[in-house]
Every structure is written in structure tokens, then in C-alpha cells.
């Protein structure tokens, strides 16, 4: 997945992440490093609309 295709609209993006997380990674860490995004800018990014990352649940909440 390249920059390009990172949702810029933060509910795709939280569904995206989630969805991801939920299906392919055990971790915030390793899903960031699979993907072309920090995982602080993604916890910027889904903190401005209200979600962050919960590590029991390995979700954005």
C-alpha cells in the first residue's frame, strides 16, 4: 500500500486501520511497519477525531 492509497478521511482511515488490525496484524507497531505511515501520525490523525489506539483490543477506540 503506498501513500497514495491511505485514506485522507479520518472515519475511512479509522476503518481501514480497524479493519486491518482486526484481520492481518497483532499490533499497532507491525501493522505501521508494514504500511507507509508512522504510527504517530496515525495516532494524530485518529486522535483528532476522537479514537485512540486500545493495546487489549488491538483496535482504535
Do not use: H, Q
Request: hydrophobic fraction near 35%; proline fraction near 7%; charge should be negative.
Amino acid at each position: 500500500m503506498s501513500n497514495a492509497n491511505i485514506p485522507k478521511d479520518p472515519m475511512i482511515l479509522l476503518s481501514l486501520i480497524n479493519t486491518k488490525l482486526r484481520d492481518e496484524y497483532s499490533s499497532l507497531e507491525e501493522l505501521c511497519s508494514a504500511l507507509p505511515i508512522s504510527e504517530e501520525e496515525l495516532r494524530s490523525r485518529l486522535d483528532a477525531i476522537g479514537y485512540s489506539y486500545e493495546p487489549s483490543v488491538n483496535r482504535f477506540v
